[in-house]
């Protein structure tokens, strides 16, 4: 049987993550974005800073359902953004934000992105249950 047992949710403004990227560029994107997480979004061309949006946008999600926030010994880098064969996103915990999460009885996790008209927005829901991830 799967429960929901946390929820969270983020809207990032595309620009603010624009701003990110002139101001701090390759600093920037080594602390908050995974490896495949950048290859990805800098393959959506002109979209790159939507796609970098969402997946930040999912990363505060996550700090929010587990309630946390970005706390001491928890990195971005921790929670990665990926994408299935079908196309839809998933969500991977390593680190001391998986270790939260475990602490929690989460053991999976539901994701939806979305980005339009200069925002990104992320809705992710932690399952008890489920081995999906």
């Known amino acids: 049987m799967t429960n929901a047992t946390a929820?969270?949710?983020?809207?990032?403004?595309v620009e603010r993550?624009?701003?990110?990227?002139?101001?701090?560029?390759?600093?920037?994107?080594?602390?908050?974005?995974?490896?495949?997480e950048q290859a990805y979004a800098?393959?959506?061309?002109?979209?790159r800073a939507d796609r970098l949006a969402a997946r930040f946008a999912a990363?505060?999600?996550?700090?929010?359902?587990?309630?946390?926030?970005?706390?001491?010994?928890?990195?971005?880098?921790?929670?990665?953004?990926?994408?299935?064969?079908?196309?839809?996103?998933?969500?991977?915990?390593?680190?001391?934000v998986a270790e939260v999460a475990e602490e929690q009885g989460i053991s999976g996790w539901l994701v939806s992105l979305s980005h339009a008209g200069g925002f990104a927005f992320a809705s992710v829901i932690g399952l008890s249950g489920s081995s999906r991830e």
Request: no cysteine; proline share 4%; glycine share 12%.
């Open 17 to 36: 993550i624009e701003r990110m990227l002139a101001e701090h560029g390759e600093r920037f994107l080594e602390r908050v974005f995974t490896p495949s």
């Open 42 to 47: 800098q393959s959506g061309g002109a979209r």
């Open 59 to 96: 990363k505060e999600a996550i700090f929010k359902a587990i309630g946390t926030g970005l706390r001491s010994g928890m990195s971005w880098t921790e929670i990665e953004v990926r994408v299935l064969p079908s196309g839809a996103p998933a969500i991977a915990l390593s680190g001391r």
């Open 7 to 13: 929820h969270g949710i983020d809207l990032v403004d």
